[in-house]
């Protein structure tokens, strides 16, 4: 298990960028795949990003193409978001979130979860 802590969220207006960081306890980070979620109050906490072990692979829910990338640096233990061209609607609690195996768009193949940050988008 890795032990996981966002920062980077804020208060910004549409079509402004934000960058958030996730990082990662351990000295086990490269074996896990990461992945962005988000979650806005009564709604499922829905899908946004995904990278591979290596970084070599990365994977998006269609609402964030060509708008958001998601990498990695493992000689820093850390995920990056970066969020360009940010609607209202990408407004939510992002979480980070690390998976052994699994499904990479699935909730339930992450077993350990940030505490989340909050990104808000005025319009």
């Known amino acids: 298990q890795v032990q996981l802590v966002e920062s980077g969220g804020g208060l910004v207006q549409a079509g402004d960028s934000l960058r958030l960081s996730c990082a990662a306890s351990?000295?086990?980070?490269?074996?896990?795949?990461m992945g962005w979620f988000r979650q806005t109050p009564g709604k499922e906490r829905e899908f946004v990003a995904a990278?591979?072990?290596?970084?070599?692979?990365?994977y998006y829910a269609d609402f964030v193409k060509g708008r958001f990338t998601i990498s990695r640096d493992n000689t820093k233990n850390t995920v990056y978001l970066q969020m360009n061209s940010l609607k209202p609607e990408d407004t939510a609690v992002y979480y980070c979130?690390?998976?052994?195996?699994?499904?990479?768009?699935?909730?339930?193949?992450?077993?350990?979860w940030g505490q989340g940050t909050q990104v808000t988008v005025s319009s």
């Open positions: 979130a690390s998976r052994l195996g699994g499904t990479y768009y699935s909730r339930t193949s992450y077993t350990s």
């Open positions: 351990g000295r086990t980070f490269s074996s896990y795949g």
């Open positions: 990278i591979t072990r290596s970084g070599g692979n990365t």
